[in-house]
């Protein structure tokens, strides 16, 4: 079946601008995540959704960062005014609903900001 | 505070032997602990899970231990072949019971087989 997908692969984008990434779960997964990964760490959480509602968006590093997923499946992260920092690989990842411990991962969507 | 460290950056390995990379962690009560495998350009995908009342675990020439006294997981590979080379990240979830399901992941061994 298929897997997580993330769309765009890679987005290049000017300071300032804004920008939204988009994660397809794996059918019928409930549970959503988003992280967020640069160059030589591990993925850092940013938010979790159990169906259309943020359970925990903890993680979200200011209000520039905001996600949604309003029909419990389809998840949009997005980021206003984009800043160099916010450069980093932005991972997506599903799992069958909250207490399924395997987290199932997409490929990521690079985003460069200029 | 709470950190998660694994014990390096890179592990070169000859192929055939096993590989051990640790992980360790300081200020966390985990309920349970996972590895996950990471290749270059890809996200990471779920290798093993051990939780807080078990020692070892193992799939099929995987092993990990873990010690909650040590505060520390082990993740063995035993007869090590160059397709396991790739990126090994262990991960916790911190809280008990739902609601609160996120993982924090430690930084990642990079780990070479060397034919």
């Known amino acids: 079946g298929a897997g997580v997908s993330q769309t765009p692969s890679n987005k290049v984008t000017e300071k300032g601008k804004y920008v939204e990434l988009r994660c397809d779960p794996i059918?019928?997964?409930?549970?959503l995540y988003w992280y967020r990964q640069s160059l030589g760490q591990g993925p850092e959480f940013l938010i979790y959704?159990?169906?259309?509602?943020?359970?925990?968006d903890s993680g979200l590093p200011n209000d520039r960062f905001f996600a949604v997923r309003p029909e419990g499946s389809v998840s949009t992260l997005k980021i206003q005014r984009t800043e160099r920092g916010d450069s980093a690989v932005y991972l997506c990842?599903?799992?069958?609903?909250?207490?399924?411990?395997?987290?199932?991962f997409g490929p990521g969507t690079r985003l460069t900001v200029l | 505070s709470q950190k998660i460290e694994q014990n390096s950056e890179a592990l070169n390995i000859q192929e055939g032997k096993t590989a051990t990379l640790t992980c360790n962690y300081t200020?966390?009560?985990?309920?349970?602990l996972q590895w996950y495998r990471q290749d270059p350009g890809r996200g990471p995908v779920f290798l093993l899970l051990i939780r807080e009342n078990e020692k070892e675990k193992r799939k099929e020439r995987l092993k990990v231990t873990f010690d909650t006294t040590l505060k520390q997981s082990l993740f063995h590979i035993t007869a090590s072949q160059p397709a396991d080379s790739a990126t090994y990240l262990c991960?916790?979830?911190?809280?008990?019971?739902?609601?609160?399901?996120?993982?924090?992941f430690g930084t990642g061994t990079r780990l070479t087989i060397i034919p």
């Open positions: 200020n966390y009560s985990p309920a349970y």
């Open positions: 959704f159990q169906g259309t509602g943020a359970a925990d």
């Open positions: 991960a916790l979830k911190a809280l008990r019971g739902f609601g609160n399901e996120k993982l924090t």
């Open positions: 059918s019928g997964h409930t549970a």
């Open positions: 990842a599903s799992s069958r609903d909250r207490g399924y411990n395997e987290q199932f």
